[in-house]
């Protein structure tokens, strides 16, 4: 694999992954700092990430297109070769995603965002409380709610890492496909005497 080859994984890692950290701050900020009511709010989560999905799998298959028609002809662009070049540019995509997350809760504040998180689990409790549900069973929320008041910030380490992981499975999932519509076998050429 050359120097070419590297820039464009990092060049289409640094789209994808912009693209998917402003989807998921868009996602958090929506989720945890807004005063929308939980119906409204699940439409629009909902949606937006029906929208990233669809995004993130039409980028993918543009970005294999485009690297699979800068190869030789004569080499080809073998399945290997395209889920390797897909895999790689969803693990940097996922760095940054990792990295933007940090970023955005770190400026926003950990004790804010516990809050935001404490004040959705209150919600849910309410809403499965009116829905006839037992208290026993609405046990998990308080459990949760523990959890998050006592646990501490991750370090930007972990969001990486843990987006990383993510973004691994993220990529091979419509990869399996993509790889197969956008590999192709060498082209000989006949000699001519």
């Known amino acids: 694999m050359n120097k070419e080859f590297w820039y464009d994984v990092m060049r289409s890692g640094a789209i994808l992954g912009i693209i998917m950290a402003a989807s998921r701050i868009f996602e958090r900020y929506v989720l945890f700092f807004s005063d929308m009511p939980l119906s ?3 439409i629009l ?16 298959l543009r970005f ?5 028609a800068a190869c030789d002809p ?29 970023i955005f809760t770190s400026a926003m504040g950990y004790d804010n965002y516990v809050a935001g998180v404490m ?11 009116g829905m006839g549900v037992s208290a026993s069973d609405l046990k998990i929320f308080d459990d949760f709610a523990h959890a998050m008041r006592t646990s501490t910030p991750p370090t930007m380490l972990a969001n990486v890492f843990s987006a990383f992981n993510n973004y691994i499975l993220f990529g091979a999932l419509p990869g399996f496909v993509i790889a197969g519509v956008v590999s192709r ?9």
């Open 40 to 42: 409204t709010l699940s």
């Open 45 to 60: 989560y909902l949606g937006e990430t029906v929208i990233a999905c669809v995004v993130f799998i039409w980028l993918l």
């Open 64 to 68: 294999s297109r485009r690297r699979a």
């Open 74 to 102: 004569q080499v080809g662009y073998s399945y290997g070769m395209a889920m390797s070049y897909i895999l790689l540019v969803s693990m940097f995509a996922g760095v940054i995603v990792g990295a933007g997350d940090t």
């Open 119 to 129: 004040s959705r689990i209150e919600d849910m409790r309410e809403l499965y409380g």
């Open 185 to 193: 076998k060498p082209e000989y050429r006949e000699m001519e005497f």
